[in-house]
C-alpha cells in the first residue's frame, strides 16, 4: 500500500484522513498543533503516525495540503529544500480554495505533479461530494491511487479548472446552505407546536430522503415540487410563501457570493 501524508489536520483535512484511513494506506498526519495531529493518528489506528512535514515530503507518495490558502508561501518555503531533494515520484494535492494549479506550481515546483481538490464536510461520513482538477504531470497511476484512496470520502468528479471554483461554491459551500435551511424548516415546525427534537429529525429526514428521490429517479426538482403541490393545498401555500421571500433568488446570490469570495482568496 502507498504512504499518504497530510499537512493540516482541520476539519476537512481530517476528515479526509479519516476516509483515507478506512482505504488501507499507510497515514502520515502533521499539523502546526502537534497534539491535533497525535488525538487524530490514535483515532484513526494502527495505519495513522504523528509526523512532521519534513518527514512526510520525504515518506510520502501523496501528500494532502490542508492548509488555509494564506498560508501556502509559507508553507511552500518550508519543505521547498526536502521536494528538490526527492528522487522518487510525488503527488502533491491541495485543498485551497482559489487557487490555481499554476499558482501552486510557481510556489512549489512546475515540474510536480499537483491536483486541485474541492472536498466538502459530508466526506467525513464518507457522502462527500470531491471535486478534482489536475496538472498535465499528474499520471494516470496517480489519479488512480486517488480514487482509491478517496473512495471511502464520498464521490469524485473530475472537472475542468476553469470551473473548479464555481462548482465549489454549490458543492464545498452548500452544505451550510442546507444547514441553514434544515434548521429553518425545524424552526418552522416548532412554531406550529412540535416538539424541537422531532421538528429537527423530520426536517433532516425529509431533505435526505427528498435528495434520494432525486437521485433514484433522475427527475427534475421542479417536476418533483409539482407532484406535491396539490390544487389549492397546503403546500402550494408553502411555495407561494417562500416565492414572496424571494427564497430562490436568495439562495442564487448565495452561491454567487461564495464564488466571488472564493475567486478573492485565490489572489
Known amino acids: 500500500m502507498s504512504k499518504i501524508g497530510f499537512i493540516g489536520t482541520g476539519n476537512m483535512g481530517g476528515a479526509l484522513a479519516r476516509a483515507v484511513g478506512k482505504s488501507g494506506h499507510e497515514i502520515y ?8 495531529a ?5 483515532e484513526i489506528g494502527a495505519c495513522a503516525h504523528a509526523s512532521d512535514n519534513a518527514e512526510i515530503v520525504r515518506e510520502c507518495d501523496v501528500i494532502f495540503v490542508g492548509v488555509k490558502p494564506q498560508m501556502l508561501a509559507a508553507l511552500a518555503d518550508e519543505i521547498r529544500g526536502e521536494l528538490s531533494a ?12 482559489g487557487v490555481t494549479l499554476a499558482r501552486l506550481g510557481e510556489l512549489f515546483g512546475s515540474a510536480l505533479p499537483i491536483v486541485r481538490i474541492m472536498p466538502n464536510t459530508p466526506a467525513a461520513v464518507g457522502a462527500g461530494m470531491i471535486l478534482l482538477t489536475a496538472s498535465e504531470q499528474v499520471s494516470d497511476s496517480d ?3 486517488l480514487e482509491t484512496a478517496l473512495s471511502f470520502a464520498g464521490t469524485l468528479d ?6 473548479i471554483d464555481a462548482a465549489s461554491a454549490v458543492s464545498g459551500c452548500g452544505p451550510a446552505f442546507v444547514c441553514l435551511f434544515i434548521e429553518a424548516l425545524a ?7 412540535l416538539p424541537r427534537d422531532k421538528a429537527l429529525a423530520y426536517a433532516i429526514e425529509t431533505v ?19 407532484e406535491v403541490c396539490s390544487p389549492a393545498g397546503s403546500t402550494i401555500e408553502g411555495v407561494t410563501a417562500l416565492e414572496d421571500g424571494g427564497f430562490r433568488a436568495l439562495a442564487i446570490e448565495a452561491v454567487t457570493a461564495a464564488y466571488a469570495r472564493t475567486k478573492e482568496l485565490g489572489k
Do not use: N, Q, Y
Open 29 to 36: 498526519l502533521s499539523d502546526f498543533l502537534k497534539d491535533k
Open 86 to 97: 526527492r528522487e522518487t515520484h510525488l503527488c502533491l494535492v491541495s485543498m485551497a480554495a
Open 208 to 226: 435526505k430522503g427528498t435528495a434520494a428521490l432525486l437521485t433514484e429517479s433522475g427527475k427534475h426538482p421542479g417536476r418533483v415540487k409539482d
Open 143 to 145: 489519479k488512480a491511487l
Open 158 to 163: 473530475t472537472i475542468p479548472e476553469h470551473l
Open 187 to 193: 424552526d418552522g415546525g416548532v412554531r406550529c407546536g
Open 38 to 42: 497525535v488525538a487524530l493518528a490514535l
